[in-house]
């Protein structure tokens, strides 16, 4: 069964502080893994990726996926109040009906002033 | 166009009510989702609708039931549902190619509250 887990599931921390989420997979017909920040609306795309040892990046926000670990980190460096959110992964996976996306349970942070 | 979008944004039901939630995307994408999203859980998948087939997941009741008038329309009707049917409900779309390396574009959302 496809699987992708979080962690750690809940994570408190100061502003200023540097954290790493974790997600780790185990799908059939990999292909792409994502990366959502979700607070009380919909989930909100952050990163996509594909390709192994890539580092993407989007101001204190960057993403690294390892295929060969089957799995990738989400780093939030200067942490600030307005990142406290669930942070969801989720691995695309090919199936028999096109494309779905399978998610983890998130990560909630919690940034304190 | 990027966007994706829902109506209504919120709806109240009693339980022997008939109502639709509506989902539009004008992107030409060929897969489009419902998800169900209960408080502080992640979203689970409900329905895929990729090229004219319809995939159903066996755990949704059938109280639930989705149409696809079009390629750029997905409807979910909802009848006699129950409280615990609560929930935020939400699309997505994305371009359903068979090569994968897709993104999901996620609409706003329905919130749904069961009477």
């Known amino acids: 069964e496809d699987k992708v887990v979080q962690s750690p599931l809940s994570l408190v921390v100061h502003e200023g502080d540097t954290v790493t989420l974790n997600c780790s997979y185990e799908?059939?017909?990999?292909?792409?893994l994502l990366w959502y920040k979700q607070e009380k609306k919909a989930p909100t795309f952050l990163f996509m990726l594909?390709?192994?040892?890539i580092e993407k990046k989007s101001g204190r926000l960057s993403s690294i996926l390892d295929k060969k670990e089957l799995s990738s980190i989400l780093n939030i460096t200067a942490t600030q109040t307005g990142d406290s959110a669930i942070y969801l992964c989720a691995v695309e996976a090919v199936g028999q009906a096109g494309t779905a996306l399978i998610f983890g349970k998130g990560t909630t942070l919690s940034v304190s002033s | 166009d990027t966007e994706v979008t829902q109506t209504p944004k919120h709806l109240v039901m009693g339980m022997t009510n008939k109502k639709s939630l509506k989902c539009e995307q004008h992107?030409?994408?060929?897969?489009m989702y419902w998800y169900k999203q209960k408080a502080k859980k992640p979203p689970e998948l409900m329905f895929v609708?990729?090229?004219?087939?319809?995939?159903i997941n066996e755990s949704v009741p059938s109280r639930f039931s989705p149409e696809c008038p079009n390629s750029s329309l997905l409807n979910l009707h909802l009848h006699a549902l129950q409280p615990e049917d609560s929930a935020l409900y939400l699309c997505a779309s994305s371009q359903g190619g068979l090569a994968g390396g897709e993104t999901q574009y996620f609409g706003p959302g329905t919130r749904l509250l069961v009477l």
């Open positions: 799908v059939t017909n990999f292909r792409s």
């Open positions: 609708y990729s090229y004219e087939k319809l995939s």
């Open positions: 992107m030409g994408h060929r897969a």
């Open positions: 594909t390709s192994s040892g």
